[in-house]
């Protein structure tokens, strides 16, 4: 009995804080006259918070009868107000208390955790709208809505299950690709835009290298030969894409072959360092105005590079597939080592696959993954002499080869 009086004065309780904590910034807003009249204020959403606790405690019908009684209120006080106010959200709020007073009774926790969301949504109602109709541009939404049109509604759609005759083509690990290249351009789009100055460039490179640092080394690169006094930012910048490219494999690594990771995790983490500290050095009398912030009609993402790197790994694991059939598992390495000219990450994922088909050993595997490094680092460097000219190609190169050295050093000292 004392077990059945403490849950009960437990979901009461709780009925009536949340209908306080809802009333209260309700409240606030009832006499503001850039929000509208409100009829319903902290002690109407206190009471229907604590009417519906009990109506639910005393049954499932008392409850349901209640509920359309406060329905019936709120229809009424909003045709009284319907010409002052348009808008239902203080209805919608009166109703939400009903429905958080009667979960009390079953699941406080989740009822007192909701009523911070709801009070924090009412309370944010200025910021949010001038988020909404400001801040983010016509551009950045429909960006933001493809990706998560990608994530929620194609991603869990898509089979887990082989479609190739060799069993390497998951269309939802393809497209998990997909999703992970965007969500890299959405953060370093956000990042652009609210750091801005100083660090902006750097933080947009690191970022960008997370999508594609191929292609950030080359933007970077027409960046330094279009404006010589940004040079210095321009190479750290590609320097950390290439940093941000590091950790978008070690992550390729972590999903296909978490024990190729932890074998390669000293020649990866020296090669991280190495990079960062290169990059920092060079950002040691970065003057403020050299790296602007982000424009807010710039693209976050091209759906186009992210299908086209998905389409690039599942070529590699096709090529890679018959090359194993054909001349070996030898055969394969080179194929992958080849393409990591073009995306390391494509190729780290078939390294990852021969290792994990124990077709290499976990030392042949890591020194493939040094041999990746190296070649992806000599094409990146012969772009960044095409693109920047020699004074920015020849950073860029010492800082890669400086990469890849480290790499190998780790690699040597690693244990087998």
Not at 61 to 89: Q, R
Not at 184 to 200: M, N, P, S, T
Request: with cysteine.
């Amino acid at each position: 009995m004392d077990f059945e009086v403490h849950t009960l004065l437990q979901g009461l309780l709780t009925a009536l804080g949340a209908g306080l904590l809802i009333g209260v910034v309700r409240e606030r807003r009832k006499d503001d006259p850039e929000h509208g009249p409100s009829a319903a204020g902290l002690r109407t959403h206190a009471l229907t918070a604590v009417s519906a606790a009990v109506a639910w405690h005393l049954g499932v019908p008392v409850f349901v009868a209640a509920f359309a009684a406060v329905a019936l209120l709120v229809f009424a006080s909003y045709k009284h107000s319907a010409e002052g106010d348009l808008g239902l959200t203080g209805e919608i709020a009166l109703l939400f208390t009903a429905l958080l007073g009667a979960l009390a009774m079953r699941a406080p926790a989740l009822a007192a955790a909701l009523a911070v969301v709801a009070a924090v949504l009412l309370y944010a109602k200025t910021a949010m709208h001038r988020f909404a109709r400001e801040v983010v541009s016509e551009r950045e939404l429909r960006d933001g809505l493809l990706l998560a049109a990608c994530v929620l509604i194609v991603w869990p759609l898509l089979p887990r299950e082989a479609v190739d005759p060799w069993g390497v083509l998951k269309p939802a690990e393809l497209w998990k690709l997909v999703v992970l290249v965007m969500a890299a351009g959405v953060a370093g789009h956000i990042a652009q835009r609210l750091v801005g100055a100083r660090f902006g460039m750097p933080i947009a490179g690191f970022f960008a290298g997370l999508a594609s640092s191929t292609a950030a080394v080359a933007g970077f690169g027409q960046r330094a030969k279009d404006d010589p006094a940004s040079r210095r930012y321009a190479v750290s910048a590609a320097l950390l894409a290439n940093l941000g490219s590091l950790l978008l494999l070690a992550g390729v690594l972590a999903a296909g072959n978490l024990a190729l990771l932890r074998a390669s995790a000293v020649s990866l983490a020296a090669a991280a360092l190495a990079l960062a500290a290169i990059a920092a050095f060079g950002l040691r009398h970065a003057p403020s105005e050299q790296a602007q912030r982000g424009d807010s009609q710039s693209r976050a993402f091209k759906l186009s590079h992210a299908l086209l790197f998905a389409l690039a790994v599942a070529g590699l694991l096709l090529l890679t597939a018959w090359l194993r059939e054909w001349i070996g598992d030898r055969g394969a390495l080179l194929a992958a080592a080849l393409a990591a000219m073009a995306e390391l990450q494509a190729a780290a994922v078939a390294v990852g696959q021969l290792a994990g088909a124990q077709a290499l050993t976990m030392a042949e595997a890591r020194w493939g993954i040094v041999a990746l490094l190296a070649t992806s680092s000599a094409a990146k460097s012969v772009l960044a002499f095409l693109s920047g000219g020699a004074a920015y190609g020849l950073r860029i190169a010492s800082g890669l080869a400086a990469m890849t050295a480290a790499a190998a050093i780790g690699a040597g000292w690693a244990p087998n």
